[in-house]
């Protein structure tokens, strides 16, 4: 668990199509393995402010992706997430043991699990199924809005 890199602070703000799918691209053909926190926080950001942003207006069937604008994920934003994330995990599970190993193991998977699913309170059990992405974990915002 390293934290946000130069590289990955570049792309900040995200604020449309292609500055999403740059971050993707650079995570997922660097020599590095790619940062998943990093990717579902993101892409939890971006569906819940598509789901549930009622101002956002409707993109124009003559509009490219290029054009269409989203609500912007901010640096600030995601890092404070990300740092919560691992700052919970690190918190609750010794990853020295598991420091030798390339992959992570079953066990760290299942260890890493039963922190996050053992730290919802009563409140999220009716929407766990909506628990996505890191985003809308830690932030307690479901994609489905009313």
């Known amino acids: ?27 997922l053909e660097s020599s590095s393995e790619p940062d998943l926190a990093l990717l579902s926080i993101v892409v939890g950001a971006v569906e819940n402010s598509l789901t549930c942003n009622r101002s956002f207006s409707v993109q124009k069937e003559t509009d490219t992706l290029g054009e269409h604008k989203l609500p912007a994920v901010e640096y600030h934003i995601a890092e404070a997430l990300y740092s919560k994330f691992h700052a919970l995990i690190k918190g609750a599970v010794d990853l020295t043991q598991y420091s030798g190993s390339k992959y992570a193991t079953r066990e760290l998977v299942k260890k890493v699990s039963d922190v996050v699913w053992n730290s919802l309170t009563r409140s999220y059990y009716k929407d766990r199924a909506h628990l996505q992405s890191l985003y809308s974990y830690l932030t307690g915002k479901a994609a489905v809005c009313k």
């Open 1 to 27: 668990m390293a934290g946000f890199r130069a590289v990955d602070r570049q792309h900040f703000p995200l604020e449309d199509i292609p500055s999403i799918v740059r971050l993707f691209k650079q995570q």
